[in-house]
Structure formats: structure tokens, C-alpha cells
């Protein structure tokens, strides 16, 4: 099983910094299959990025994805107020399919 | 649009069954890999396995094999997920969510990530 190990736990920051949120894999994950997503609170989780790092429809460009190795990354180059959200990675090829422990960004 | 929508909330004491239906619409129904994932009480996400649609194939992950079983009825565009022998620690949100196998009218095979969730059904398992 892939453990994918989601880094801080909660990020405090303000509105218009710069989100930094870090996913490392246990093992070698392909990067087609790595997924993020974003939850608030009372909601469904919804797709961001897909395949490291395209973007899913409809999502704003402030939010990137990379990989390098095993260790992928979602950036969020300004944050808006409706960004403050728990965010988990994704592996979505191998089974058991497994998803990241979250990151909290919240408003500081 | 394309949608999942899923039962309502549930109560259930331990060792009771519960069974959660999911919808589809605006969308191929048999296409598509349904998943179910659950979410308990401040926690992260958990998948529990999947189905195709079409053949009815399952792939359930080991932690809830033999206590779960995912089924569907194609005439009504609807994926069931049913988990048995409930404990406390089943009290959660459980969603449906479209994503893994995509099969398209040439039988070509995609894996897609969860584009669509369902809105959640909560179980919450109590004596």
C-alpha cells in the first residue's frame, strides 16, 4: 500500500501569501495518477489538480501542481479567502487507492 | 448537469447492515467506475473500493472485505454500496464518487481521478 504523507498539518497564513503544501509518497507513484483536492467544511471534496498538474475544469490558475520523485506539491500563488480549506493528494491507479492525511490552511 | 445524488442520513445500532444508494445523471452511467469513500467525524478520507457499472466488477479494499458489497441497477442509473456487521467505528460520511475506469464506446480504457462526489450520506452506528 501507498503511504502518501501530507506536510504541515495546518497552515496559517494570510489572504494574498503564497500556500505551500507538500504530498511524499512511500514508494514510486506515477505522476499521471496523483491527484489534489480541496474540502470545506460540510462539503463533498472537490477536484483541483489531476496528473500532478493539470488542472481540473473551472479551477483558478493560482492553483499548481508539481512532482518531483516522490515528493509532489501544491502551490496556491495568492490566497483568497474562499481557499481556506483542508487539502488532501490522491493516488489514483494502484489499489488499494489511498489519499494523503490533509492539510488545513487557515486564516492567520 | 452531471450529478451524483445520494440517500439520506442513516442511524443504525452495531451489528445492523446499512445500505447507500447513489444516483447518476447527466453522464453515460455504465462508463464510469463508481467509488465510495467515507470520511468519519473530523478526519481524513478513506476509500472503500469500487464498481463498474456495466459489468458489475468490484475491487474493495482489504480493510472492509466481507463486510462490504457494492451493486447497482443499471434501469435506474443507481449504485448501491452496502456495509454489514456495523460498529461504532462505522460512524461516518460516506460518499460516492465517479472516478478510476473510464470505458468509452471503443472499449478504451482511461483512469481518472474523482471528478464528481455525491453530497455525502451520514451513518451514524449507536446502541
Known amino acids: 500500500e501507498i503511504v502518501l504523507t501530507q506536510s504541515p498539518g495546518t497552515l496559517s497564513l494570510s489572504p494574498g501569501e503564497r500556500a505551500t503544501l507538500s504530498c511524499r509518497a512511500s514508494q514510486s507513484v506515477s505522476r499521471t495518477y496523483l491527484a489534489w483536492y480541496q474540502q470545506k467544511p460540510g462539503q463533498a471534496p472537490r477536484l483541483l489538480i489531476y496528473g500532478a498538474s493539470s488542472r481540473a475544469t473551472g479551477v483558478p490558475d493560482r492553483f499548481s501542481g508539481s512532482a518531483s520523485g516522490t515528493d509532489f506539491t501544491l502551490t496556491i500563488s495568492g490566497l483568497e479567502p474562499e481557499d481556506f480549506a483542508v487539502y488532501y493528494c490522491?493516488?489514483?491507479?494502484?489499489?488499494?487507492?489511498?489519499f494523503g492525511g490533509g492539510t488545513r490552511v487557515e486564516i492567520k | 448537469q452531471v450529478q451524483l445524488v445520494q440517500s439520506g442520513a442513516e442511524v443504525k445500532k452495531p451489528g445492523a447492515s446499512v445500505k447507500v444508494s447513489c444516483k447518476a445523471s447527466g453522464y453515460t452511467f455504465p462508463s464510469y467506475d463508481i467509488n465510495w469513500v467515507r470520511q468519519a467525524t473530523g478526519q481524513g478520507l478513506e476509500w472503500m473500493g469500487w464498481m463498474n457499472p456495466n459489468s458489475g466488477n468490484t475491487g474493495y479494499a482489504q480493510k472492509f472485505q466481507g463486510r462490504v458489497t457494492m451493486t447497482r441497477d443499471t434501469s435506474i442509473n443507481t449504485a448501491y454500496m452496502e456495509l454489514s456487521s456495523l460498529r461504532s467505528e462505522d460512524t461516518a460520511v460516506y460518499y460516492c464518487?465517479?472516478?478510476?475506469?473510464?470505458?468509452?464506446?471503443?472499449?478504451?480504457?482511461?483512469?481518472?481521478?474523482?471528478?464528481?462526489w455525491g453530497q455525502g450520506t451520514m451513518v451514524s452506528v449507536s446502541s
Open positions: 490522491q493516488h489514483y491507479n494502484d489499489s488499494p487507492l489511498t
Open positions: 464518487a465517479r472516478g478510476l475506469g473510464y470505458y468509452d464506446s471503443s472499449g478504451h480504457y482511461t483512469v481518472l481521478p474523482f471528478e464528481v
